[in-house]
């Protein structure tokens, strides 16, 4: 694996000029996203995650941003994340997913996607945790991250 190209500034930028509404659905996969009507979902941009994007297909709602952030669902359904990113408008792939795919997997990886670098682990955190994501986003710039100080 060579140097990883980042999603930039410049990248959200076109992402913002190219959506099509003013609000955006972030569509999971639990029980209860599918009581979300389907007109809904195709007024609005929507954001699909790892498998999620599959009964979007199924009822011809094409994902604005496609974003797989579990390594496992590209080991067990690697056909699967082909469709479905080539059936979004935008995929982005999160860096560790990126660093565990196949080489051959890389290289769409970098040639069809967005790769977002992770800046956090799943770990506890709380009130201190929102203190350095506060401080880290104003003294590096270009990061591009909205930590509320509320609960």
Do not use: W
């Amino acid at each position: 694996m060579g140097s990883v190209n980042f999603i930039t500034h410049a990248d959200v930028l076109q992402l913002i000029a190219k959506r099509t509404a003013e609000d955006c659905i972030i569509f999971l996969s639990g029980p209860t996203s599918r009581k979300t009507p389907l007109s809904l979902l195709r007024m609005k941009d929507v954001i699909a995650v790892n498998g999620s994007v599959q009964y979007l297909l199924n009822n011809n709602v094409k994902p604005f941003l496609y974003l797989l952030t579990d390594v496992r669902f590209l080991h067990r359904r690697r056909e699967d994340f082909y469709n479905f990113s080539r059936n979004s408008q935008f995929t982005i792939v999160n860096l560790d997913v990126y660093e565990q795919a196949s080489v051959d997997d890389q290289k769409y990886i970098e040639e069809n996607c967005l790769i977002i670098r992770s800046f956090y682990r799943r770990e506890k955190g709380g009130f201190l945790k929102k203190i350095k994501f506060n401080i880290l986003k104003r003294v590096h710039k270009a990061l591009l991250i909205s930590v509320p100080l509320s609960k």
